[in-house]
């Protein structure tokens, strides 16, 4: 098992920053893919941001150039830097851990933090 605990988020201001961080305990060794997810109500969680162990991070096009996502494996802590933040950045922010066992595979999340831009 993995377990995930979210810190950062809150109210910004459009065009502000907001850091979301996120520590892993438990299975972490055998974490492949690290990464944040948001959800609106009423509509489906969709990928922000991952980054695997050895491979570079990967963006939603919608957060390109706007957001960083950094991951720490000695700590097991992934953290993403929200910049230049929009109204409809605003969702729920999840984080993500993706876990490799051989042939098996599982998603493990945090309980969801609250982003709120404010226009």
């Known amino acids: 098992q993995v377990q995930l605990v979210e810190s950062g988020g809150g109210l910004a201001q459009t065009g502000g920053s907001l850091t979301l961080s996120c520590a892993a305990s438990?299975?972490?060794?055998?974490?492949?893919?690290m990464g944040w997810y948001r959800q609106d109500p009423g509509k489906e969680r969709e990928l922000v941001a991952e980054?695997?162990?050895?491979?570079?991070?990967k963006y939603a096009d919608s957060v390109k150039g706007r957001f960083n996502i950094s991951r720490d494996n000695a700590k097991s802590t992934v953290t993403l830097q929200m910049n230049d933040l929009k109204p409809e950045d605003t969702a729920v922010y999840y984080c993500?851990?993706?876990?490799?066992?051989?042939?098996?595979?599982?998603?493990?999340w945090g309980r969801g933090i609250q982003v709120t831009v404010d226009s």
């Open positions: 993500n851990a993706h876990v490799r066992v051989l042939d098996d595979s599982h998603d493990w």
């Open positions: 438990g299975n972490v060794r055998n974490i492949a893919i």
């Open positions: 980054v695997p162990r050895l491979a570079r991070p």
